[in-house]
């Protein structure tokens, strides 16, 4: 079974090839594995593969968890409504397809993670080579533990590869959990490189702002402005410059300052983003090659929509009229709106475009810092300073700290800046739930919403499968 294992993790190190710009080495079989330095490259490949895993449906599912949810956006039509729908209507339960995908991806990400810490350290070859690649990969594993936090809450702690069929690892408590993220990712900033050599790979800084917003949805204000400034102190992240906001999510732009850690996408089956198909309004000519047009429609809610001060220029990342491939101009009118932040790739064809997806930027990091500020001592010029440097990128003018008698008010100021500024970046599920309006506002839309829903269960396989594995409060 291991051999197989082994031979299966070649196939998938394949995977990463071209956006981590590495070779992939074929020749490995389970009697000459673990043996070079090539070898140790090839691991953590495999181990970037699946956790940067590109396009389809393991990354469109978190898309449509952490915004279907909310009050940005709804599904209609195609076959993917069937399974958007019940996370739009607060209805999901724990054999809810996403939830299984999403468990078994990071739990898959993380055990080619550990293979690299149990393998690498074995191997002869470069010493600081050899404690990068191992700084990479405990990276690697806190991130896949980072996203499983955040949809279901503490799981299961696996720190080695080997595991057998009679092993029923039991759910961490939060502490447990907490400490163990935090330990991992404040050590591997300490070895990780400042500039990566390589691009799409780990750096001290995506180590540090990965710590930043684990510290933020934990409201751990202090730690959470400490490490924000951290990462600003390193002088090798800025806010984008252009003369429009949208133009930092151009594909000739998607290597700069303010992406501090990215997923790579290329327009290849399984390496790309297959987001705009499922936004293109129905019929919609494309300005570049042929694309796919898909009959699943991702819309944009009116009142987000209409949220936005005119002038702000992140408002013009969304289509609201078009021509059609019949040259009939069609308006979109109300909850139609399209996100187009993410701007066509137009050579690409079919459904797999190049977008590069920034899982973290340099304006999460202002405005993480501006939240703590607040939650510490409350309106302050400082705290204004960060939020107004993220607005003057948009074109609007800077705040006064006047302007927010209380806590209160710069905090839903700020709740209102990070959707104008983060949208189809999946992150307002867990900013309405740090707020605590994540239930609030999907009973204003109607919605009888509970508040144990702040997580989704845990996959009822797992449960079945596992008997130890104890299910989030409030699912059967």
Not at 66 to 85: H, K, Y
């Amino acid at each position: 079974m291991k051999k197989l294992l082994y031979i299966l993790l070649i196939l998938g190190a394949a995977a990463c090839d071209q956006p981590l710009e590495e070779k992939v080495y074929s020749s490995f079989g389970p009697n000459n594995f673990f043996k070079t330095a090539d070898d140790a490259e090839a691991l953590l490949n495999a181990a970037y593969a699946l956790e940067q895993k590109q396009g389809t449906d393991g990354f469109r599912n978190i898309l449509v968890m952490a915004e279907v949810t909310t009050d940005l956006l709804i599904i209609r039509e195609g076959g993917l409504r069937g399974l958007a729908q019940p996370l739009e209507d607060f209805t999901w339960n724990a054999s809810h397809e996403f939830f299984d995908v999403a468990w078994t991806r990071y739990y898959s990400a993380i055990y080619r993670a550990n293979l690299v810490i149990d393998n690498v350290p074995n191997i002869d070859f470069d010493p600081e080579r050899k404690k990068q690649i191992v700084a990479e990969a405990r990276f690697l594993r806190a991130s896949g533990y980072i996203s499983l936090y955040d949809l279901f809450g503490p799981t299961p702690l696996i720190t080695n590869s080997i595991s057998s069929s009679e092993d029923r690892p039991a759910r961490a408590s939060k502490e447990e959990f907490v400490k163990f993220v935090t330990e991992e990712l404040t050590a591997v900033a300490d070895i990780l490189p400042v500039i990566a050599k390589q691009y799409g790979r780990a750096t001290k800084g995506a180590a540090l702002a990965f710590l930043t917003k684990f510290y933020l949805n934990n409201k751990d204000w202090q730690k959470t402005n400490e490490t924000a400034q951290k990462v600003i102190d390193l002088n090798v992240y800025g806010l984008f410059n252009s003369p429009n906001r949208t133009d930092l999510f151009k594909l000739a732009n998607e290597k700069n300052s303010e992406f501090i850690y990215v997923r790579p996408h290329v327009a290849q089956p399984g390496l790309g983003t297959n987001y705009l198909p499922h936004a293109a309004p129905p019929n919609y000519k494309y300005k570049g090659a042929t694309k796919a047009n898909y009959a699943t429609q991702l819309k944009t809610l009116s009142a987000f929509y209409d949220s936005f001060d005119p002038k702000d220029q992140r408002r013009e990342a969304f289509l609201t009229e078009y021509d059609d491939l019949n040259g009939k101009h069609i308006v979109l009118g109300q909850d139609d709106k399209r996100s187009f932040k993410f701007d066509e790739d137009l050579p690409a064809t079919g459904a797999d475009l190049g977008n590069d997806f920034p899982v973290v930027r340099y304006a999460d990091i202002l405005l993480s810092k501006a939240e703590a500020l607040n939650e510490l001592e409350g309106p302050s010029a400082a705290a204004a300073d960060l939020v107004n440097q993220v607005r003057a990128k948009a074109g609007l003018p800077a705040l006064s700290v006047s302007v927010f008698a209380t806590k209160d008010a710069l905090r839903a100021h700020i709740l209102k800046e990070r959707g104008w500024e983060f949208f189809t970046e999946e992150l307002r599920r867990q900013d309405l739930i740090r707020h605590g309006k994540f239930i609030e506002l999907a009973k204003g839309r109607g919605k009888t919403a509970f508040d144990h829903q702040v997580l989704f269960p845990l996959p009822q396989s797992e449960i079945d499968r596992n008997p130890s594995l104890k299910q989030n409060d409030g699912y059967k």
